[in-house]
Each structure stands twice: as C-alpha cells, then as structure tokens.
C-alpha cells in the first residue's frame, strides 16, 4: 500500500466554519492531489500540487484553497464551508507528471458533513 | 459537461458470468484509458488501462476495448467472482495535461453467488 494519510478521516461541522483536511505522504512524490467524490460525478479534482509551494486549480476550486509547505503534506481548506461541500475527499499521490498504468496512488478518503 | 460518461449506474451478474461495464467520452484530446476499482470506505485502486493507439488490453481476468471512432471503451470481466462486487470508475487522461485524470460517475458491479 502507498504511504498516504489522511485526517481526519471522518468530521461533521456546520456551515460557515473553517475546515482543513491533510494529507501526509512518505513517499517522496512530487506530485499531491485531492479529488472529492460525489454521486452521479465520480471524482473530481480540486486542487494539485507539483511541487513545494507550487499549487495550481482543478475542475472545482471554488471555494477550496491548499497549501504544500513541505513534500510530504498537502493540506486542503475550506474557508467557509457550505452544504454542498459535504463529500468524501481523497487524496492522491504519483511521482511522475505522467499518469499511466499504476501511477497514481490513492488515500482511504476522508468523509465530511457540513450541517 | 461531462466528458466522461458511466451510463450505467448499476450492474447485477450471476458469479461464473461476464460481467460488461461500459465507458462513453466526448473530447477527443484524451489519449489514455484507466479503470479503476473501488471498495467501500477504501480509495479507488487501479484496474487496467490502455493506450489510444490500442484496441485491447487484457490482464487475466480483466479486458479493456477501446472503439476509438465511437469514443467508446468496455470492461470485461470473465469470469465474474464475487470479490469482483465493488464501484468501477472509467478515467481519462488529456495528452495536453498528463498529470490530471477526468472520471466517469462510476458503476457499482455486484457479483451475486
């Protein structure tokens, strides 16, 4: 199994609230992603990260921001958080910029509900 | 706009059988094809894949077949064990972004004894 953690792993908070998920790898991918899952839409990328510091959009970055200070934490925030933030949030890791085969490894996913 | 489609929610097989999952897409800039498996309250686990440049791919039980001209592909399962009973997604790289991977919404396999 890929070294990837995420925390928590389950957290109710209501709306309006500040809410940060990590993941911690070992390792050592350059790459860090997170995706949320959600019925009818399968995984969606949030946010990647290439490298320390160096972050970029995904697909549905509204409202989500991140944070990569060191190689192995990738940390996701949601300012403020809203009812239709409620999902299952997974974490993902490779170590090339290139997605083949077994290239990308996933976390167990992290649920949370927004009341 | 979803560029990849899973039209079937759901799929119910006899053990010993095959099983048929089926994958649609719509932008023709991706070049690369993954299926991936997923068990409750675990992360998705990679399956198979296959390249653009490929119609088939198959790892034991396990085949993948692109019709490209149709932007269709299609994973089989034969035979169908009831450990096979999990979620399949379908992914799909852009060879203009090979870091990310587009999902379909999945299809939930459930292999009955």
């Known amino acids: 199994d890929a070294g990837i953690t995420q925390s928590p792993r389950h957290k109710v908070t209501e709306t309006g609230t500040p809410v940060t998920l990590r993941c911690h790898q070992t390792e050592n991918h350059r790459y860090m992603y997170w995706y949320r899952q959600d019925p009818g839409h399968g995984l969606r990328l949030i946010h990647y990260s290439y490298g320390v510091k160096d972050t970029d959009k995904g697909e549905v970055s509204d409202g989500y921001s991140v944070s990569r200070s060191k190689t192995e934490d990738f940390l996701l925030t949601l300012e403020s958080a809203t009812s239709s933030q409620t999902s299952v949030y997974f974490c993902?890791?490779?170590?090339?910029?290139?997605?083949?085969?077994?290239?990308?490894?996933f976390g167990e996913g992290s649920w949370l509900t927004v009341v | 706009d979803q560029q990849v489609k899973q039209n079937s929610p759901s799929l119910s097989v006899q053990e010993g059988r095959i099983s048929i999952l089926n994958c649609d897409y719509t932008n023709s800039m991706f070049d690369y094809f993954l299926w991936y498996k997923k068990y409750p309250a675990e992360g998705p686990t990679f399956l198979i894949s296959i390249s653009s440049i490929k119609d088939k791919n198959e790892d034991g039980r396990f085949t993948v077949f692109l019709n490209k001209s149709a932007k269709h592909l299609s994973l089989h399962i034969v035979p169908s064990q009831p450990g096979d009973s999990a979620v399949y997604f379908c992914?799909?790289?852009?060879?203009?972004?090979?870091?990310?991977?587009?999902f379909g919404s999945g299809t939930r396999l459930l292999v009955r004894p």
């Open positions: 992914a799909a790289r852009r060879r203009d972004s090979s870091y990310k991977l587009i």
């Open positions: 993902a890791i490779s170590e090339s910029g290139q997605v083949f085969e077994n290239t990308i490894y």
